[in-house]
């Protein structure tokens, strides 16, 4: 007995110096918050909404380009320096290739369905080689040109329309937002359902009653997905409650925006079953027909509204921040006509053909990106197993978030951070691209869970902006010198 409680012991004692031994080799946290018991910094999270800037604000105040914020159990780690974000989404890939298991992500997906938000898995990894051939590759891209075409002579259309309508005598001549929002929305559908309306078409071509809920659902479900829901952190509260209301919110606009989409996909596989469709037309289409592997309707209805999102999401904040800086400095606006004018001329519409030959309009596309990224972070990263970066510690399930603000304005790469200006982007004749491999700011994003979406996306953002500068004239409403350009509280958005 007495040998036997001399051996526990001397175990006991081994692995407590063992232990104590490895965690003194560790190296320390990135610096951060004092977290408090249990909670972690929960509290002091609820006292400063918006999170994103509250999470900006200490990184300053801590003057450090990585933090470490503990809420609950969940070590949530922030970037915004350019070497340190390569050190984690190219360097250590591999290791950061997962998304997090939380509501927003669930519910959206409907239970990890679709591609940008499920955790590492076999289905993902099939999601992404299936949009790497029907989407991203060139010949399915050019695929749906003709759709995407249509869609940009209704973008003149509709503006055209605008104009010489009686709204012009009023004040409130055109409102861009809506312009560009309905424009990246009816590409978005029409690339997936063969058509941009789910109503009638309104009399001037532009959004009816369905289209507008159906884009706002959009919105609701992009600022509630990793909102920093409580119950993400504390996972076991959201079986007893809705602590924020953020699962209310976004169970109705998934809702709202499965109204619209899921009949059109039943009623199309039906299609296909009975024999009446045998080409495809569009994405749904190739969903519907994949064999390798086979998608469920539900995995398609999923798979369809995370693209959707995804098409829409980033391209029409930034067009609408370009024009608004290009408007308020005529000396842009005229560089970028002038290369339209002389690249294009002005006895045709621009294509999409000419897009790679406009450098300077992909410069303000790609300005636009990097001083108004749509979204604070990036999609969140999370550690597959303990790792070091950045000299320090980074513990498995860690979740990482790059800071889009923290390097497209950082005053360490760029001059001049908070100025646009597209030149900064021009290299000669070199062909200006929206990527930024070396992180110096995050447009796409890089490695395993970088965009797929480059190509559509870059060719929807050059086009709107081309073709409104194209198109028209532009100048401030009477009585406004210029642009306010100035952000929402809650979000980057233009207020
Ligand atoms: C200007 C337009 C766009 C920008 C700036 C953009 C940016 C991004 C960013 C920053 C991410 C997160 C990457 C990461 O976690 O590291 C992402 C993911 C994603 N994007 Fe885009 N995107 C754009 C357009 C598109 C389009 C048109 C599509 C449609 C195919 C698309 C599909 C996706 C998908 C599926 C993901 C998730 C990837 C994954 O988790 O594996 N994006 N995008």
Known sequence: MIIFTLLLIFIVVFIVIRCTQRSRRLPPLPLGPKPFPYIGSLIPMLKNKPTFRWIHRMMEEMETKIICIRLGHVHVIAVSDPKIACEFLKDNDEI???????????????????????????????????????????????????????????????????????????????????????????????????????????????????????????????????????????????????FDGHERIIRSAIRTARKYQDPLIDERIQQWKDGVMTKKDDLLDVFINLEDPQLTPDHIKSQILDLMIATFDNTWNSIEWALAEMINEPRILEK?????????????????????????????????????????????????????????????DSQVIVSRVGLGRNHEVWDDPLTFNPDRHMNGNKVVVLTSHNLHMLSFSTGRRGCPGVLLGTTIAVMLLSRLIQGFSWEMPPNEPRVVLEESLHNLWMA
Request: proline content about 3%; overall charge negative; glycine content about 6%.
């Open 96 to 242: 950061f290739a997962s998304r997090p298991d939380c509501m927003s992500g669930y519910l959206t997906s409907d239970g990890y369905l679709n591609t940008s938000l499920v955790p590492m898995s076999d289905h993902w990894k099939n999601m992404r080689r299936i949009i790497a051939t029907e989407i991203a590759s060139a010949s399915g891209h050019k695929w749906l040109q003709n759709k995407r075409g249509e869609e940009a002579d209704n973008l003149l259309r509709f503006m055209y329309n605008r104009c010489e309508s009686n709204v012009l005598v009023t004040e409130e001549v055109v409102n861009v937002r809506i312009i560009v929002q309905q424009y990246t929305s009816n590409i978005a559908r029409k690339i997936m359902f063969g058509s941009s309306y789910f109503g009638k078409e309104s009399a001037d071509g532009g959004h009816g009653d369905e289209e507008i809920e159906h884009v706002e659902s959009f919105f609701t479900i992009l600022a509630y997905t990793y909102a920093f829901c409580v119950t993400d952190f504390f996972p076991y509260l959201r079986w007893i409650t809705d």
């Open 336 to 396: 970028a006509v002038h290369e339209l004018d002389s690249l294009v001329g002005k006895d045709r519409l621009v294509q999409e053909s000419d897009l790679v030959h406009l450098n300077y309009i992909n410069a303000c596309v790609k300005e636009a990106l990097r001083l108004h990224p749509i979204a604070p972070f990036t999609l969140p990263r999370v550690a597959s197993r303990n790792t070091t970066v950045a000299g320090c510690f980074i513990p498995k």
